[in-house]
């Protein structure tokens, strides 16, 4: 992996004597690290019910807990608008914001929680056909071009984001959700929107902090190096039993990672007819169930449209996307292997979302992987389960330490961060969703890219 040199000069004596601007160097998270390294301002406009209880939490972790803008550099800033109606309320969370931010320290968190508002024509909220409902739903919607601008506004390292808040949600089913998003865990994660629903079933009250994903089974695949590795390696450290899956080639890298892990390596190619039957099987066999399935396994295969061929094409789609929804499709269909809180975490791409020169079956598999997260969403909350997906930016890897420095450089700096990501950011994200407490998220697609310039 190449080392970031532009950013680390930036950090230098020299460069700060010439005046050279500054590429924050990222607080990340390692075990023990208290979820914030000072005080947060929690508050909320229109009446909001999550800022007792959000800064309840914020206490409990040892972090003080302000209601207004003082001397004090903020580590956070927790703004609840979830009862936001008018203009005058937007106004008000202006006046909140524009002091809080000047106080932000470097990594700093800004997160807003918004109202989820019906859509257009649901007679369940008729006043929404009028002009009180009309206002509250521009309003409700006009935090999101809020906080993505937030976003790029921000420097040395902080984020912003946004939770869109279901009415029926409890206060308990954002408790993983805000503690990701405070938390260094989140570092290459901004200007997002989230939205959060109720729960699909509830989570155990007994979690730990720490090692959130104890006592749950999970499975990676593409778990030999790069992404899928750092991916094992972190679900590892936050108490999950590991089950690594790669292809035969890769058996020794593979091994690797399931014994630094502690867990099972299995070699399987995903695109055999019989991989999702033996991938279930040996879950079965070895654990009795499955808690966190993380389909990461992907190739590129790349070449302009013009000069597409029939292998490059099926080859990135199969591994990419067909073998996502057969595995899918199995877990669904078999009767008692999702265990209780079950999640399913697809890795997609913003090559999906934005789209990619030379790069049309792979933005079209991880596109497809976002289709099929939105569709299969209702029929795993049927039993309980959740599945969404993440999809990476310019991610600091084996693969883009060997693009041409002009292309790498681009890469990284095209995004509110100024920076590329690291294989864990992404490992965080998945660890986050694959909890047994974060249930009130479904169906979602979260971007790990530093709020991209590229794309939505």
């Not at 073998?323 to 669904?332: G, S």
């Amino acid at each position: 992996m190449t080392s970031d040199t532009l950013r680390n000069w930036s950090n230098t004596g020299l460069a700060r004597r010439l005046g050279a601007p500054r590429i924050p160097v990222l607080r990340r998270y390692s075990p023990g690290q208290p979820l914030l390294d000072g005080p947060a301002l929690v508050t909320s406009v229109g009446g909001g019910r999550f800022a007792e209880p959000i800064a309840a939490l914020v206490a409990e972790t040892g972090a003080t807990v302000v209601t207004e803008t003082g001397d004090d550099k903020l580590a956070a800033v927790v703004l609840d608008l979830t009862g936001i109606a008018t203009l005058s309320d937007l106004a008000a969370a202006r006046r909140i914001l524009t002091p809080a931010v000047r106080k932000l320290a470097p990594s700093g968190r800004v997160l807003l929680l918004g109202p989820d508002t019906p859509v257009s024509g649901d007679s369940r909220h008729s006043d929404y056909r009028h002009s009180q409902g009309s206002e509250r739903a521009a309003v409700a919607q006009a935090l999101d071009g809020l906080v993505r601008s937030i976003g790029k506004e921000l420097r040395a390292g902080a984020t912003a984001n946004l939770l869109v808040v279901a009415p029926d949600a409890t206060p308990a089913a954002l408790d993983s959700t805000v503690r990701f998003f405070l938390s260094a865990r989140s570092a290459y994660v901004d200007g997002q929107v989230v939205h959060l629903g109720a729960a699909t079933d509830p989570a155990p009250d007994d979690v730990d902090p720490l090692r959130p994903l104890a006592g749950r089974v999970a499975v990676v695949t593409g778990a030999a190096r790069g992404i899928g590795a750092a991916i094992a390696d972190t679900l590892a450290r936050d108490g999950a039993t590991i089950v690594a899956v790669d292809i035969p080639a890769a058996g020794e890298g593979l091994t690797a990672v399931a014994n630094r892990t502690g867990g099972t390596a299995l070699q399987l190619d995903i695109t055999a007819p019989d991989a999702a039957q033996r991938l279930l099987a040996h879950l079965k066999q070895r654990h009795g169930r499955v808690d966190l399935v993380v389909h990461n396994a992907g190739i590129t295969r790349d070449k302009l449209l013009a000069n597409m061929d029939d292998d490059r094409w099926d080859a990135v789609l199969a591994v990419n996307l067909g073998a996502q929804l057969t595995v899918n499709e199995a877990l669904l269909a078999a009767p008692d292997l999702l265990g209780a809180n079950a999640r399913v975490v697809c890795v997609s791409s913003q090559s999906g979302i934005a789209g990619n020169r030379g790069q049309t079956n792979y933005a079209a598999s991880k596109a497809g992987i976002i289709g099929m997260v939105r569709a299969l969403a209702p029929r795993f909350a049927e039993r309980g389960a959740t599945i969404n997906a993440v999809a990476p930016g310019f991610i600091e890897t084996e693969m883009t330490a060997r693009m041409p420095l002009g292309t790498r450089e681009a890469g990284r700096r095209v995004n509110s961060l100024r920076q590329g990501g690291l294989p864990v950011d992404v490992a965080e994200t998945i660890g986050w969703l694959g909890q047994a407490s974060s249930g009130a998220v479904n169906g979602q697609v979260v971007r790990v890219c530093g709020q991209s310039m590229l794309g939505a």
